[in-house]
Nanobody
Framework: QVQLVESGGTRVQPGESLTLSCSTS????????IAWFRQAPGKEREGVSS????????YYTDDVKGRFTVSTDNARKVVSLQMNSVKPEDTAIYYC???????????????????????WGQGTQVAVSS
């Protein structure tokens, strides 16, 4: 059974940094992409960032570009989201998700389509407030 487990969510003040981790296990085949999504209170879930397994290319939405960085460890089992200069509007539950069905070798806007993702973690809460 594929598992994705997020960790690292916490309460921070505006301008601070934190790192979320997505630990993956039991993939029968390598994933094509992993993405981070978030859902703020009262809002729909939205894509934030993605990374492609084969090329390590990354993609960010304009909201987080320049502040967030997605990366993987050498084994590609842990996908991290470094969040710098956080803002109150970054407050959300953050989910990682894996796509093992549709081949994408580079990350781009299409890799933030929720419909691509067939495995999801349970989420980790990030709260940004002073």
């Amino acid at each position: 059974q594929v598992q994705l487990v997020e960790s690292g969510g916490t309460r921070v003040q505006p301008g601070e940094s934190l790192t979320l981790s997505c630990s993956t296990s039991n993939f029968a085949v390598p994933y094509f992409t992993i993405a981070w999504f978030r859902q703020a209170p009262g809002k729909e879930r939205e894509g934030v960032s993605s990374i492609a397994y084969t090329t390590d290319t990354t993609y960010y939405t304009d909201d987080v570009k320049g502040r967030f960085t997605v990366s993987t460890d050498n084994a590609r089992k842990v996908v991290s989201l470094q969040m710098n200069s956080v803002k109150p509007e970054d407050t959300a539950i953050y989910y990682c998700a894996a796509n093992t069905r549709t081949a994408f070798y580079t990350a781009g806007p299409a890799t933030l389509d929720e419909g691509l993702y067939n495995y999801w973690g349970q989420g980790t809460q990030v709260a940004v407030s002073s």
